[in-house]
């Protein structure tokens, strides 16, 4: 008996294969994709030409604070912030020497390294991908999935880069009979809500006005990621991180629901009903 391919199989081996047609022939890549993200990339047009990373470690210089007064830590903000930058900038240099035109999945990650200095490494890694229908306009980042692409390009929109923001910010700390007096009752940390919330409201504007100078009409998949790294927990960083996006289309595109059956789910075991009570008898 002989079986029949499934168009999506046959996709995912061509692109598997790295055979995209005789201008590809032989070539092969390395990517993070699963096999559902290459197959869906494929079938709007993109290929996947190979994993790129960039690094950038860094030596944080120290700031000061007063102790008992909520403030943004300037100078730790821009150390942050130029580090994941010059990461970003390494990976898209390595994503043109690889053919991509823009990159998917992009994880960015910060390594802190035990020491005598406060060092830190900075990596941004994803997955190199082109459509060699299209015309190169530089390399655009995106965090999306191969999933979440698929649908936003089919919806009519174009990916147009990584926005984000980062505030480093220290919390006031309470002074001792402050806190000896709370220990015995449930109230609101004051200095903690106020520079949380300032904090986080510094990183999302700056996010945005990203967005804005890049001429994007929103951001999709927006995080925030709240970390202290190397500095305790009064000195906190937040980092606001998403996709900025622009509709290409006249429109935008609505798409059918397709309704998927699976067939592949586990079965639940038939087990026998517990036989009715004889008539007349006494439960």
């Keep these: 008996m002989s079986v029949m391919p499934h168009p999506r199989a046959d996709a995912a081996l061509a692109c598997l294969a790295g055979h995209g047609g005789d201008r590809h022939q032989g070539r092969s890549f390395s990517s993070d994709l699963s096999v559902d993200e290459a197959v869906l990339l494929k079938e709007i047009g993109y ?3 190979g994993l790129v990373v960039g690094s950038a470690v860094y030596h944080i210089g120290i700031q000061y604070a007063n102790w008992t007064t909520n403030q943004e830590m300037g100078d730790l903000t821009r150390a ?3 580090a994941r930058q010059e990461a970003l900038t390494s990976m898209e240099r390595h994503a043109e020497q690889v053919g991509g035109q823009g990159v998917v999945g992009l994880k960015l990650e910060v390594q802190v390294h035990s020491g005598g200095h406060p060092l830190a490494e ?3 890694m994803g997955t ?7 015309k190169a306009r530089g390399i655009w980042v995106s965090d999306l999935s191969g999933q979440d692409l698929y649908l936003l390009i ?11 923001g980062a505030c480093v910010y220290h919390v006031a700390h309470q002074g001792l009979g402050q806190w000896m007096g709370q220990q015995t009752q449930n109230v609101e940390l004051g200095n903690y809500t106020s520079a949380l919330y300032e904090a986080r409201e510094l990183a999302m504007t700056r996010m945005q006005d990203e967005a804005r100078r890049a001429r994007a009409q929103g951001i999709v998949a927006m995080r925030i990621e709240q970390k202290s790294h190397m500095w305790g927990s009064h000195v906190i960083e937040f980092l606001a991180i998403g996709t ?13 629901p397709e309704l998927v059956v699976t067939l592949d789910d586990e079965v639940a075991p038939i087990t026998d009903a517990p036989a009715a009570p004889a008539a007349g008898s006494e439960g």
Excluded: C, K, T, W
């Design 47 to 49: 290929e996947p030409r």
């Design 80 to 82: 942050m912030y130029q």
């Design 122 to 124: 900075f990596v941004a």
């Design 128 to 134: 190199a991908v082109a459509n060699p229908d299209q």
């Design 154 to 164: 089919r919806a009519g929109y174009q990916p147009i880069g990584l926005a984000f």
């Design 244 to 256: 900025s996006v622009r509709l290409v289309a006249a429109q935008h595109q609505m798409m059918s």
